[in-house]
Every structure is written in structure tokens, then in C-alpha cells.
């Protein structure tokens, strides 16, 4: 059994769309950056790259390469559930915790749960979303800026 863990943090502007979580949330603000900016998804994908010894998404999918221009996250989570498929890792679960002020997003955590579960070939209930504020304190506290923390557990379907 391995583990990996994933952190990702972006700053919130006005002007663009935001998801969390490959759901698009309503709130008057998005993330921004290269992608669509999702730290939900930004996070699981460096726990799962990381449970398998590989690089993070900076060096899969550089902010350089215009290819990645608004791409959907949950696209490139896709490609991470396949990169670990080819080299015979099975996802036993995974959880990720969302610090934010606002918006609330317990009432899309079963969607995000649906949408991740599929992307990554496992089962809803085996995917863990909480969220919790930074109690006002620093950027998150004051409502600049997003973060996400993903653990994972993954497992070699033949021995290493």
C-alpha cells in the first residue's frame, strides 16, 4: 500500500468562473491560473502522482504549454487515473479537504464525489470531501484565495 499527499492553493479574482472539485461552484469570484484553476482536483492529482514516485502536474502539465489554456482539470485528472492504470496502480480511496471562507460546499460535495469518482475508475463512497475555513486568518481567512489538501492510498496489482 502507498500513500500520497497533494496541497494546492490559488488566489481568487473576479472575471472567472469557479470550480471545485470539477463542479462549477456559483459565487461571485473564480481561481485564478492556467487551467480552470481547480485546487480540489490540483490536489488530488499531485497526491496521486506522488503515492507512485512520479513528478507533480507543474512538470506533467506546465502552466507554459498553451494546450492547457482553460482545460478542464477533470480532464487531466483523467490522464492521471490512466498514467497509474498503465503501470498497474489500483486507487483504494482518497481524501481531500477544501480551506475556504466561502463559498459553502457541502451542497455540491456529492456532485464533486460523482464527477472525481468517475474520472479516477473508483466507487462515490470512497471519496472524502470536507471543507473548513482558516478561521479568518491569513489570505483564506480574508477571502483572497483557495486551498485544497488530497491524501490518497493507492496499491501495486503486482508486486514492485
Same mark, same amino acid.
Given at each position: 500500500?502507498?500513500?500520497?499527499?497533494?496541497?494546492?492553493?490559488?488566489?481568487?479574482?473576479?472575471?472567472?468562473?469557479?470550480?471545485?472539485?470539477?463542479?462549477?461552484?456559483?459565487?461571485?469570484?473564480?481561481?485564478?491560473?492556467?487551467?480552470?484553476?481547480?485546487?480540489?482536483?490540483?490536489?488530488?492529482?499531485?497526491?496521486?502522482?506522488?503515492?507512485?514516485?512520479?513528478?507533480?502536474?507543474?512538470?506533467?502539465?506546465?502552466?507554459?504549454?498553451?494546450?492547457?489554456?482553460?482545460?478542464?482539470?477533470?480532464?487531466?485528472?483523467?490522464?492521471?487515473?490512466?498514467?497509474?492504470?498503465?503501470?498497474?496502480?489500483?486507487?483504494?480511496?482518497?481524501?481531500?479537504?477544501?480551506?475556504? *471562507?466561502?463559498?459553502? !460546499?457541502?451542497?455540491? %460535495?456529492?456532485?464533486?464525489?460523482?464527477? +472525481?469518482?468517475?474520472?479516477? &475508475? /473508483? #466507487?462515490? *463512497?470512497?471519496?472524502? !470531501?470536507?471543507?473548513? %475555513?482558516?478561521?479568518?486568518?491569513?489570505? +483564506?481567512?480574508?477571502?483572497? &484565495? /483557495? #486551498?485544497?489538501?488530497?491524501?490518497?492510498?493507492?496499491?501495486?496489482?503486482?508486486?514492485?
Amino acid at each position: 500500500m502507498y500513500t500520497g499527499i497533494g496541497y494546492d492553493v490559488h488566489r481568487l479574482v473576479k472575471g472567472r468562473p469557479l470550480f471545485l472539485g470539477g463542479v462549477r461552484i456559483t459565487h461571485s469570484m473564480g481561481l485564478e491560473g492556467h487551467s480552470d484553476a481547480d485546487v480540489l482536483i490540483h490536489a488530488l492529482m499531485d497526491a496521486l502522482l506522488g503515492a507512485c514516485g512520479k513528478s507533480d502536474i507543474g512538470t506533467l502539465f506546465p502552466n507554459t504549454d498553451p494546450k492547457y489554456k482553460n482545460v478542464s482539470s477533470v480532464k487531466l485528472l483523467k490522464t492521471v487515473a490512466l498514467i497509474l492504470k498503465k503501470e498497474s496502480y489500483k486507487i483504494n480511496n482518497v481524501d481531500i479537504a477544501v480551506i475556504a *471562507e466561502q463559498p459553502k !460546499i457541502n451542497p455540491y %460535495t456529492p456532485r464533486m464525489k460523482q464527477v +472525481i469518482a468517475a474520472a479516477i &475508475g /473508483i #466507487a462515490p *463512497e470512497r471519496v472524502g !470531501i470536507k471543507a473548513t %475555513t482558516n478561521e479568518k486568518l491569513g489570505f +483564506i481567512g480574508r477571502g483572497e &484565495g /483557495i #486551498a485544497a489538501i488530497a491524501t490518497v492510498s493507492v496499491e501495486p496489482k503486482k508486486k514492485p
